[in-house]
């Protein structure tokens, strides 16, 4: 990930104005680290400064990074500037030039969210790696619209080039979690997913795309006849996602092993000259699905006074029968004429977690970065979040 090493230095005057792209809005402090609130391009995320063997470590906060990655490259050389403190070390020359065209294919989750309409049927790729199914399937379908899912920003880069160099007009690309995603769309909606070579995850099963919760939200997504289709080489894999077919018998379910496919990616082409075999699980839906509709926010009521927060929360999770809230890190803002708190806090389901920052000021609170996503799960864990900071 992009950081600098500057020596060690000052905090830096924040809210200042100056003809730099970015801004930089708070430091939030902890016996850790520290938290640089910042703004680029109107999206907001965080650096992370460290203390290392007597220097200073600026490094994005993983938790709320933005796509593409050059936004965040250019913020640390800003910090630099700003700082006006000696650069030691840097890997923010971006090998990437920015692609103008790429906002109409790369989209966040916020789009999906609020914003995302479509009269056209939709195939959806998780992990889309290299990019080359992704590309076939948009110029083989040009009256379908493909989402394509991927959480490795090099291959994301790579891809929006390729469809400025094809000008490839139906595809959208986001950077989200493919167990979290298909809760946006909606029900009866989608006519493929395709889930190509996943990771097979053997030393930690539960981050896995494939599972019962994920199978069950193909289902409600897809129309009639519409397929979601596994493809791996991994044998624990396909060994894994068979069992949970189990749990389908109601649904037309195929296997198949060692099928060609029109279009082949360079890692599957060796693994065919190695002989390595592949398998292709697919399982068919056969109703319409209702609509989920969750009428739930994620507004805060009550806040309690901040010296009251920063004892109460402490680092233990609470456990329930479909979600957890853990309250990580509680950080000090210093606002001026009075005190705030950063909050970071991991909730959600267990298999899917999602990492937050919530910023209290003046009695009033919001997550960082904006809600949530709308999930049944996320606003169980929200009653929580409320529940301990009133």
């Avoid at 990019?131 to 394509?148: C, R, S, V, W």
């Amino acid at each position: 990930m992009p950081h600098i090493l500057l020596k060690s230095h000052s905090d830096i005057v924040v809210s200042e104005k100056s003809d730099l792209k970015t801004s930089f809005d708070f430091i939030a402090k902890s016996k850790y680290d520290d938290k640089i609130g910042t703004t680029i391009d109107g999206k907001e995320f965080l650096l992370t400064k460290v203390d290392k063997n007597g220097n200073d470590l600026i490094k994005l906060d993983t938790a709320t990074r933005l796509t593409p990655v050059s936004l965040m490259k250019d913020a640390l050389n800003d910090y630099v500037t700003i700082s006006k403190e000696e650069l030691l070390f840097s890997n923010t020359n971006s090998i990437y030039k920015k692609l103008e065209p790429q906002q109409s294919y790369l989209k966040n989750i916020n789009y999906f969210e609020n914003e995302f309409e479509t009269t056209k049927e939709i195939f959806v790729e998780v992990g889309f790696g290299s990019g080359t199914h992704l590309l076939h399937q948009a110029q083989q379908n040009p009256d379908k619209l493909i989402i394509g899912l991927e959480i490795h920003t090099p291959s994301i880069e790579q891809v929006l080039k390729q469809l400025k160099i094809q000008n490839i007009e139906n595809v959208l690309v986001i950077n989200y979690d493919a167990r979290l995603f298909l809760e946006f769309l909606k029900s009866n909606s989608v006519g493929r997913i395709f889930v190509h070579f996943p990771v097979p995850w053997d030393k930690k099963p539960h981050r896995r795309v494939m599972s019962v919760d994920f199978i069950e939200e193909s289902l409600r997504v897809l129309k009639v006849n519409g397929t979601l289709e596994l493809r791996t080489d991994s044998p624990n894999y396909f060994e894994y996602s068979s069992s949970l077919l189990d749990n389908f018998k109601d649904y037309p379910s195929t296997i198949e092993k060692n099928k060609d496919l029109a279009v082949t990616s360079k890692y599957e082409a060796r693994w065919k000259r190695q002989e390595k075999d592949i398998w292709d699980v697919t399982i068919t839906s056969t109703q319409n699905s209702p609509e989920d509709n969750l009428e739930d926010s994620f507004l805060f009521d009550e806040i309690a006074d901040v010296d009251i927060l920063k004892n109460r929360l402490k680092n233990i999770p609470t456990v329930k029968k479909d979600f957890l809230v853990h309250f990580v890190n509680v950080y000090t803002i210093d606002f001026g004429i009075e005190n705030g708190l950063l909050i970071k806090v991991t909730f959600g389901s267990f298999n899917r977690p999602v990492t937050k920052y919530i910023i209290v000021q003046k009695n009033k609170a919001r997550y960082f970065q904006g809600d949530p996503i709308k999930t049944k799960t996320n606003l169980l864990a929200h009653k929580i979040i409320c529940e301990s900071i009133k």
